[in-house]
């Protein structure tokens, strides 16, 4: 069915969705209206077999997305060559719109022997953390031959020996290092609600208008879980209305932005995935 008139749709939002397996038959079978559709590059790193598969015949249809969750940025351990190998052969198959990961640590080599934590670690903003993100950050941009997007993250510690804000650590690595930022805006509503903030959504928008103009290439949104002791960034649900107000808080500040949707855990049907890029398409209108 055509749009209504004067109807913004996903497509013409620059919206997308995080297309996960159980959308792969309906997404490539109905084609909705999508301005792009993003994927967790290390599900595409075997050399062949179905997944990669169905990621070329999504490359067909729309534009793709990388989006990392293995470099481990911020990592003391420095950055293993295979999987940089990997990211840069999916990148020359697929060319991406876009290439990013997150603003943390993952590797580690605590008895001398480098071990992977298989989680998103956050990072202490200092200059010494700030300095090895940089040169990683650098490293990936030399070896893919094009910038990619650096993430923030949620985080449920922070660190005494923080020497800057958030704004700024990533103000200046997107200065020093040609990068770009990816603004989860879920994200920032996680880490204000677990810091007990009184106006959460004024703590997240401050954080936004902290940030330089033009840094931000792209916004995501998601939905989050709420314990009785923790907030948890789990993807797990339609987005919160506080969400969508700093994603258009962050819209007004920054101008039309690609939007993700992400949904990773109690993955709905397409539809209600596709409702939620509707909603995001409108706050472009």
Known sequence: MAPRAGVVTAADANVGIGLRQPHYAPLLETSPALGFVEVHSENFFADGGAALAVLRQARERYPVSLHGVGLGLGSAAGLDSWHLDRL????????????????????????????????????????????????????VQERLGRSMLVENLSSYVSFSDDAMSEPEFFAQLCRRSGCGMLLDVNNLMVN???????????????????????????????????????????????????????????????????????????VPALDVLLDEAAHAARLHG
Not at 105 to 119: C, E, I, K, L, M
Not at 205 to 217: E, H, N, R, S, W
């Open 192 to 266: 204000a609600l677990n810091a007990g903030a009184p106006d959460p959504v004024a703590m997240c928008c401050a954080a936004v208008d902290a940030l330089p103009a033009g840094i931000v290439g792209e916004i995501h949104v998601a939905g989050y879980c709420q314990t009785p002791t923790l907030v948890i960034d789990d993807h797990g649900g339609r987005v919160r209305p506080e969400v969508w107000s700093v994603c258009e808080h962050a819209l007004r500040h920054f101008g039309p932005l690609p939007v993700l949707v992400e949904w990773d855990t109690d």
């Open 88 to 139: 840069a052969l999916l990148v020359q198959r697929i060319d991406p719109v876009r290439v990013s990961d997150h603003a943390c640590f993952a590797r580690a080599a605590p008895a001398g022997t480098v071990v992977h934590a298989n989680d998103l670690l956050p990072i202490a903003f200092t200059e010494a953390s700030l300095d090895l993100m940089v040169a990683h950050v650098m490293q």
